[in-house]
């Protein structure tokens, strides 16, 4: 058996690949075209135009719903946890919402363009950056709760620092955008250059921050599977 295939472990597995190859992808291609500039532009830039934009709209969509079943998955598995320890939390319903939520921001993200709907994008953007983070400190915030059961200690410490970090990214992300005018290409001399530079890049170290927090979910993810049952209704 391949070590993938244990568990539900290609779940998180899937998600961090699918998700680096979209970012990267998108950018790739963003720059083979000169449609960016090469230092880090902001992460939607590189899906604004075509034919970059379809590849960065379909692979973002299917990392949402991927997102999506994997945080559903961490939920189910968090709450035979709590059935064993013998206690029930609204902690984990909650993380899963706010989780979900995240999603479909970034379902969002990926179906309006930043130079076309640049209001709703950014709605959908700021929905996705913010319950992400939120998702990330509550699921950091469990895996303190239900260690020694499920996660080593070195594992949570880890989940927190990466969740921290994405914390501390997100307030220069955020804020930096505001004087942000949208637009593909930048001069050093621009007068918001400096607000680009930094909330681009801390949307990058966000975005990563997430996909390096999935990736701590592999281990755990090789010790549970899910099963789907059927119930008649009629006779």
Same mark, same amino acid.
């Given at each position: ?5 244990? &568990? +539900? $472990?290609?779940?998180? @597995? /899937?998600? !961090? ?87 479909? &921001? +970034? $379902?969002i993200v990926a @179906? /309006?363009? !930043? ?47 990466i969740s921290i ?44 921050? /997430? ?25």
């Open positions: 058996m391949y070590w993938f295939s244990e &568990g +539900m $472990c290609f779940l998180p @597995t /899937f998600l !961090v690949i699918w998700s680096s190859s979209t970012f990267i992808i998108s950018y790739i291609i963003a720059l083979v075209r000169h449609d960016v500039d090469v230092i880090f532009p902001y992460i939607s830039d590189t899906g604004a135009d075509p034919p970059e934009s379809g590849v960065f709209g379909v692979m973002t969509t299917v990392t949402a719903f991927t997102s999506m079943l994997t945080m559903y998955a961490r939920y189910k598995f968090v709450q035979k946890l709590e059935e064993i320890q013998g206690f029930r939390s609204k902690l984990n319903k909650c993380a899963l919402w706010i989780g979900l939520i995240a999603c479909l &921001g +970034m $379902c @179906t /309006f363009q !930043v130079t076309l709907v640049t209001e709703v994008h950014d709605a959908g953007a700021l929905v996705f950056f913010v319950c992400g983070v939120l998702y990330t400190l509550l699921q950091s915030v469990i895996s303190y709760r239900m260690h020694p059961y499920g996660s080593s200690m070195a594992l949570c410490h880890t989940r927190m620092v970090i994405s914390v501390l990214a997100s307030f220069p992300m955020i804020i930096c955008a505001f004087f942000v005018p949208t637009k593909l290409h930048w001069d050093s001399h621009d007068k918001e250059f400096a607000f680009h530079l930094a909330s681009a890049i801390s949307e990058w170290i966000v975005t990563f921050c /997430f996909v390096f927090f999935f990736f701590t979910y592999i281990r755990e993810f090789k010790c549970f599977k899910l099963t789907l049952t059927a119930d008649m209704l009629v006779n």
